[in-house]
Nanobody, 123 residues
Framework: HVQLVESGGGSVQAGGSLRLSCAGSGYSFTSYCMGWVRQAPGKEREVIANIDSDGRTIYADSVKGRFTISKDNHKNTLDLQMNSLKPEDTAMYYC??????????????????WGQGTQVTVS
């Protein structure tokens, strides 16, 4: 039922900004934890941000203070504003959804719905 499509990736110089977007269909964001997950070559997938049904947000230490996750429940869209980008932010970024009765998953395999990913390259 969950269909997610990411967009907004690209190449940017260190210190620059990008805004990623995720469009969802087949469900309501109000019922899900929504998250952004990234994977760089040779590294484990990392949940970098999530937002629960009440709008509460949690960030990984690696992006805290630089990235902001937000959502629009009526439009079923999820955004990730990325500022002060670093080369180590280079990765494939995925939008993810988890239907859970508890807190939003902290690990990537806690999410059951995935988009196709969008590449972010920082140099």
């Amino acid at each position: 039922h969950v269909q997610l499509v990411e967009s907004g990736g690209g190449s940017v110089q260190a210190g620059g900004s990008l805004r990623l977007s995720c469009a969802g269909s087949g469900y309501s964001f109000t019922s899900y934890c929504m998250g952004w997950v990234r994977q760089a070559p040779g590294k484990e997938r990392e949940v970098i941000a999530n937002i629960d049904s009440d709008g509460r947000t949690i960030y990984a230490d690696s992006v805290k203070g630089r990235f902001t996750i937000s959502k629009d429940n009526h439009k079923n869209t999820l955004d990730l504003q990325m500022n002060s980008l670093k080369p180590e932010d280079t990765a494939m970024y995925y939008c993810a959804a988890a239907l859970t009765l508890g807190p939003c998953p902290k690990v990537w395999y806690g999410y059951g719905g995935w988009g196709q990913g969008t590449q972010v390259t920082v140099s």
